[in-house]
């Protein structure tokens, strides 16, 4: 048994959980003698959720779910609910925001009406110990947090003391009981967990829902993860009747795509063990008094600022006095370097006004000296470019043998190639 996490001064245990404590201390046991797949998972039914969480969740776990208002939380902890339920669980929903009504709505809705949820409108933490002993759930939501509220803390929900000590003798309890616990919790648009993130060490997983509501997709990230890899990312689109998992998310990604637009440029991420294709979208334009304006939306401010560097000083794209405007299209956030070599043929294809062939895909890290490195997964990356139809590839120059699969790699040394390159491909109609 596990020591329940948080808390205050509380001495004796039973104060600490609304569940009677399981029973005295674990023995210590030697490391090789721990079978570490006897953690049992439970089964989420849902697909995208389940490879995010590592398979499932663990009971006796907290997870706790963050996301901007509006995002689909909790939506996707009642089809949660619904699908733990169908499986034969037990699950108890405490409704912190939306009356019981507007839940039973919101299940009509996405057509999970299972008997077994009990919906708990509630704020007080102390009035859970009753169901939660009676239940005995396999699962319990509490949405969201900042609604709790518990009488060891003298101050206003919400606040971060509130917050904080409710989620401990929460998550204590969920130890004691067995019961995996998620917590929905709001983050604010700086994308600061406020309050949340106050909890995030006393959590076994955190759970980041992203997406802005005019497109139909979420990502579903890990942030932490004691049981599981932080890499995996969980693709969902939004619809009328709840969230659907994507199995192929680059064909999400590409399906509004209008190829042979200059400044347009599609990459293959990798994101956990699954590849990902995107488009990255640049515009460059004559600067207008003052200083040029850099906006960029899906990429790091300061890898572009390097990019931009990078094509000015060795290739012989002119970007000085130059409003520069970048964006991931469908909202997704790039992390990796990998995604370099697209964005700097994105932004020179802008400025150029050549358009990349719509055949064409890129990937590579660019360093300071305008070099393409190597990125991992190279293999991965191009089988998945191939897959979706694009022929040709530009990638860091290198001895690793790729599985074709009807796509050729572009050895390309440095941005001034890449250009080069580019120029060449110029469609005999273009005009610059
Ligand atoms: P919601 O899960 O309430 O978000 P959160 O709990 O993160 O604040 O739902 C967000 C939006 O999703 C809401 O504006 C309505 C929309 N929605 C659908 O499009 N389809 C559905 O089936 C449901 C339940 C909601
Ligand atoms: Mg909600």
């Known amino acids: ?48 959720l389940d490879r995010v969480l590592g398979g499932g969740i663990v009971p006796g776990s907290v997870v706790l779910l963050g996301g901007e208002p509006g995002v689909g939380k909790s939506t996707l902890a009642l089809q949660l609910a619904g699908q733990v339920a169908a499986g034969g669980g037990r699950v108890l929903y405490v ?12 299940a009509t809705r996405l057509r999970e009406v299972p008997g077994d949820v009990l919906v708990q409108p509630e704020t007080r933490v102390e009035a859970l110990a009753a169901p939660w002993r009676e239940a005995q759930p396999t699962l319990v939501v509490i949405d969201s947090i900042q609604t709790m509220q518990t009488e060891r803390v003298e101050s206003a929900p ?41 909890l995030e060490h006393l959590v076994d997983a955190v759970l980041t829902f992203e997406g802005d509501r005019s497109h139909a997709y979420r990502l579903l990230r890990a942030t932490k993860n004691r049981f599981g890899s932080t890499r995996e990312v969980g693709v969902f689109t939004m619809h009328d009747d709840g969230l659907a998992g994507v199995e192929n998310p680059s064909e999400l990604f590409l399906a509004e795509r209008r190829a042979q637009t200059p400044g347009s440029c599609i990459v293959p991420l990798v994101e956990g063990s699954r590849p ?47 409003d520069v405007y970048v964006n991931v299209t469908g909202g997704v956030r790039i992390a990796e370097p990998a995604a370099d070599l ?28 305008g070099e393409v490195r190597r990125v991992g997964r190279l293999d991965l990356r191009v089988r998945e470019a191939a897959r979706l139809g694009f022929r040709r590839v530009l990638t860091p120059p290198g001895p690793e043998a790729v599985a074709g699969d009807g796509a050729t790699r572009i050895e390309t040394e440095d941005v001034a190639e890449a250009v080069r390159w580019l120029r060449r491909e110029r469609p005999s109609t273009s005009s610059e």
């Open 1 to 48: 048994m596990e020591e329940p996490v948080g808390g205050t001064a509380a001495g004796a245990d039973d104060s600490r959980t609304l569940v009677a404590p399981a029973a005295a201390a674990a023995k210590a046991r030697p490391l090789h003698a721990i079978d570490a797949s006897a953690a049992p998972r439970l089964e989420t039914g849902l697909g995208e």
């Open 95 to 106: 409704t912190g925001e939306e009356s019981a009504e507007q839940l039973r709505l919101r």
């Open 158 to 198: 919400g606040s971060v003391a509130q917050v904080r000590e409710s989620a401990a003798l929460m998550a204590a309890s969920a130890k004691a009981s067995g019961a995996a616990l998620l917590l929905v919790g709001h983050v604010t648009k700086e994308g600061v967990l406020a309050g949340p993130r106050v």
């Open 276 to 322: 990902m294709l995107v488009e990255i979208q640049a515009l460059v334009a004559p600067a207008g008094y003052g200083t040029a304006r850099r906006t960029s939306l899906g990429v790091d401010d300061g890898r572009v600022a390097l990019l931009l560097a990078a094509l000015d000083r060795h290739s012989d794209v002119d970007l000085v006095s130059r």
């Open 342 to 369: 697209a964005l700097a043929l994105a932004l020179a294809s802008s400025r150029l006004d050549i358009p990349l062939p719509a055949d064409v895909a890129a990937c590579g890290e660019i360093g300071l000296g």
